[in-house]
Structure formats: structure tokens, C-alpha cells
């Protein structure tokens, strides 16, 4: 496997131009970026390092995150739709009250991960690990919690689908 590119954008300025520009932020190097409230929609991020990151009400949809590091990111009332986060580091990330529908979480690690007040509808998370994750007044429905490598210690209700 070939080792991918890492590209550092310090302003948040370079990202939105390199998003205009082609639409691929695949092994960027994003880490601790202020990103709140911007929208990834149908593009390539495999690989990219947001860890640290603040994607606070941030939108991400149909976008490949496959092996995307958001390790300890702030992704609270994000909205993530459509979106492949396969072999994702969620570790200690916080979720908190974030709508997440149509999600791929397969191998994902959100050990420590705050998902307090989320809603998730429909996402596979066959292999992935929820050790330790807050799940307090969390909500979910079309997730088999049974395919998780670790499930949640306390799994979440059932959800109604979030209004986007």
C-alpha cells in the first residue's frame, strides 16, 4: 500500500478553497482546525487527521472518512448522513447530540466516545468498538448492536428518524 500524501492547511481558508478546487481532502493533516459549522459533502476525506479538531454543527455527508482520525474532535450537532467511517478513530470523541443516519462504522474505534443525546438511525457497526462510550439519553433504531466488536454498556432507545 502506498503511503498517502499529508498535506498541513493551517487556515481554514485553505480548506474551503482546496474543497472548491477539487474536492478531495484525502490525508490532510486538519488536526485542531476550527471546521465548525462547514459542510463535507461528496467528497474524499480517506485518511484525513481531524483529531482535536472542532467540527461543532459541522455537516458531513456522502463522504468517504474511511480511516479518518478524529481522535478527541469535537463533533457536536454534527450532522453526518450517507458517509463511510470505516476503521474511523473516534476515540473520546464527542458526539453529543449529533444526528447520524445511513452510516458505515464498520471496525470503527469510538472507545470513550460521547455520543450523549445522538441520534443514530441505520448504521453498520459489524467489528466496531464502543467500550466506554456515554450513551445518556442517546437514541437509535436499524443498528445491530449484536455485530459490534464491543457493544455499548448501555445500548440507546429506540429512535424516531432525525429531522435533517
Known sequence: MDAVETKRYEPREAVMARLKEKRDLSGADMSGMDLSGMKFVALEMAGADLHDADLTGAVL????????????????????????????NLRGANLHAAKMGGINLEEADLTGADLSESSMVGAGVAGADFTDVVTTDAHATGVSWSDAKVQPEELPAAAKPPRW
Open 61 to 88: 455527508a456522502g463522504a468517504d472518512m474511511s480511516d479518518v482520525n478524529f481522535a478527541n474532535a469535537n463533533l457536536a450537532n454534527a450532522r453526518i448522513g450517507g458517509a463511510n467511517l470505516k476503521h474511523a
